[in-house]
Nanobody, 122 residues
Framework: VQLQASGGGLVQAGGSLRLSCAGT????????MGWFRQAPGKEREFVAA????????LFADSVKGRFTISRERMKTTVTLQMNSLKPEDTAVYYC????????????????WGQGTQVTVSS
């Protein structure tokens, strides 16, 4: 499965951005999809994930209430809507995919897309 992330950019604190992750393979519509981020000098960390059906989601505490994740059933694109952005949200954001249930650790995901930079200015 190949994943293509897009939608990053520069935004002021309090603003919004929408990231998309498109799976190039039809089979990706059956995968759990997740978003992770990595800030300079820090480890990659979990942000959000959604089950293949779209019925289950999981968010990191740091983004709850500000970020939403969505997908259309049987579609290969997942969207991460990021609102009320903070400077600490600045990072390279990666989408990832896995078979089976949602997990929030990096090693649990088999497939990774290229990163997209999100920069939030204060």
């Amino acid at each position: 499965v190949q994943l293509q992330a897009s939608g990053g950019g520069l935004v002021q604190a309090g603003g919004s951005l929408r990231l998309s992750c498109a799976g190039t393979d039809r089979s990706s519509s059956f995968y759990t999809m997740g978003w992770f981020r990595q800030a300079p000098g820090k480890e990659r960390e979990f942000v959000a994930a959604i089950s293949w059906s779209g019925e289950s989601t999981l968010f990191a505490d740091s983004v709850k209430g500000r970020f939403t994740i969505s997908r259309e059933r049987m579609k290969t694109t997942v969207t991460l809507q990021m609102n009320s952005l903070k400077p600490e949200d600045t990072a390279v954001y990666y989408c990832a995919a896995k078979e089976g249930a949602i997990v929030d650790w990096v090693e649990g995901y088999e497939f990774w897309g290229q990163g997209t930079q999100v920069t939030v200015s204060s």
